[in-house]
């Protein structure tokens, strides 16, 4: 099943603007995390934000958490054409303080940046 | 360091036919993953081993996919007999055997079934 949900399902931008990609989610986490996918890399780990963590920042990449509305927030500031790629917000749904590493992953959005 | 390596990436059948995928994990990652991705959707995970034991196989169609790994290293995934709805990327991942499990990704197999 998937958990988390991604919303938009597809973003398109113009270079140099920002992209913010939303992820909600339905049961109780220990982490929330973001991959990036294209077709030159696969699968590619970009952040992890713990369930105790609010915003957490690496780079030109944002990520906020808030646990009560249970939703996540990608922001890439500054996009370049590289960034084109799917992102997806997955899920570690071990609550109480455990991760087994068991991760769900939601649909994705696809983010296009124009030259 | 060497990713996580999969063959072949890209492989062809027939229903009913059936098929094998391979993946050697990076070194020390005790942990290893096997999703399916099918086109469109997030990647699902199949089934967790912790060495050589198996920690989650609950969405594994045990009824035609099977798994193994021997030696706590690499890891084969197999289906018998292969139907149309299999055909999806099947990737390997690998993490160290702690939390947070972060999580490496091969290229995957790109899985067509006619």
């Known amino acids: 099943s998937q958990q988390g949900e991604e919303d938009p399902q597809a973003l398109s931008i113009q270079e140099g603007e920002n992209a913010t990609m939303n992820c909600s989610y339905k049961?109780?986490?220990?982490?929330l995390q973001w991959y990036r996918q294209n077709s030159g890399r696969g699968l590619v780990h970009l952040i992890l934000?713990?369930?105790?963590?609010r915003e957490k920042h690496s780079g030109r990449l944002r990520v906020t958490l808030d646990t009560s509305k249970k939703s996540s927030s990608l922001l890439i500031t500054a996009s370049r054409a590289a960034d084109t790629a799917s992102y997806f917000c997955?899920?570690?749904?071990?609550?109480?303080?455990?991760?087994?590493?068991?991760?769900?992953f939601g649909q994705g959005t696809i983010l296009t940046v124009h030259p | 360091e060497a990713g996580v390596a999969q063959s072949p990436r890209y492989k062809i059948i027939e229903k009913r036919q059936s098929v094998a995928f391979w993946c050697n994990p990076i070194?020390?990652?005790?942990?290893l993953y096997w999703y399916q991705q099918i086109l469109g959707q997030g990647p699902k995970l199949l089934i967790q081993?912790?060495?050589?034991?198996?920690?989650?196989d609950s969405q594994l169609p045990k009824d035609r996919f099977s798994a193994e790994r021997l030696k706590g290293v690499d890891s084969t995934l197999k289906i018998q007999p292969a139907k149309l709805e299999d055909s999806a990327v099947y990737l390997c991942?690998?993490?160290?055997?702690?939390?947070?499990?972060?999580?490496?990704f091969g290229p995957g197999t790109r899985l067509t079934v006619t």
């Open positions: 934000i713990r369930s105790n963590e």
């Open positions: 070194s020390g990652h005790a942990t």
């Open positions: 049961t109780s986490i220990n982490n």
């Open positions: 081993f912790q060495n050589n034991g198996v920690v989650d």
């Open positions: 991942a690998s993490s160290l055997p702690v939390p947070p499990y972060e999580q490496y």
């Open positions: 997955a899920t570690d749904p071990s609550a109480g303080g455990t991760s087994y590493g068991k991760l769900t």
